[in-house]
């Protein structure tokens, strides 16, 4: 007999594993998308937060998660969006900002970035990790970052923006 504690925890282990469908080097659980997984009334819930109001990754990530769930052998499981507190890029674990440099995305600083001399933003280059960067459009490939350019290497690349 499977115990409730056995149950959560290999709904915890198949849904860590659930990528995120517009950064997929990233897990939920790497994001900081994944709240909490529970048992509730005999069924597995799992609790998850949007990056943002609006995120259209969140039916994607909660069919994943369900297919996850049903793929671990857990039949039911359900899906809460859980909206207060809202999500912020400190819930990123460090694992999840270390793949996103090396996928050539500049990951967002602890508490919301360093600040200039003038004021403006500090954000680190993915490629050469030069500070002498440019921000060329407050939005990037998707609503959650920003496209930036190296002034040194040059190249462009996306910066995933504070909240």
């Known amino acids: 007999m499977v115990t409730p504690d056995e149950w959560r925890a290999r709904a915890m282990r198949a849904v860590s594993e659930v990528c995120d469908p ?3 080097v990233l897990t939920i659980a ?13 069924h597995i819930e799992v609790a998850i ?15 994943d998660i369900e297919l996850a769930l049903e793929k671990a052998g857990i039949r039911g499981g359900q899906v809460k969006l859980v909206l207060s507190p809202a999500w912020t890029t400190d819930w990123m674990t460090e694992a999840g900002r270390q793949k996103l440099r090396a996928y ?4 967002p600083t602890r508490g919301g970035g360093r600040r200039g001399l003038f004021g403006t933003e500090e954000v680190a280059c993915p490629n050469c990790q030069s500070a002498r960067t440019t921000k060329l459009s407050e ?3 998707t609503s959650c970052k920003a496209l930036w350019r190296c002034e040194d290497c040059r190249e462009p690349f996306d910066y995933f923006k504070c909240h």
């Open 30 to 42: 790497d994001l900081g998308v994944l709240r909490d997984v529970r048992m509730q009334d005999g």
């Open 49 to 63: 937060t949007p990056t943002y109001s609006g995120c259209p990754a969140m039916s994607t990530i909660q069919l």
């Open 104 to 107: 050539g995305i500049a990951p």
């Open 22 to 24: 517009e950064i997929p």
């Open 139 to 141: 939005f990037g490939s």
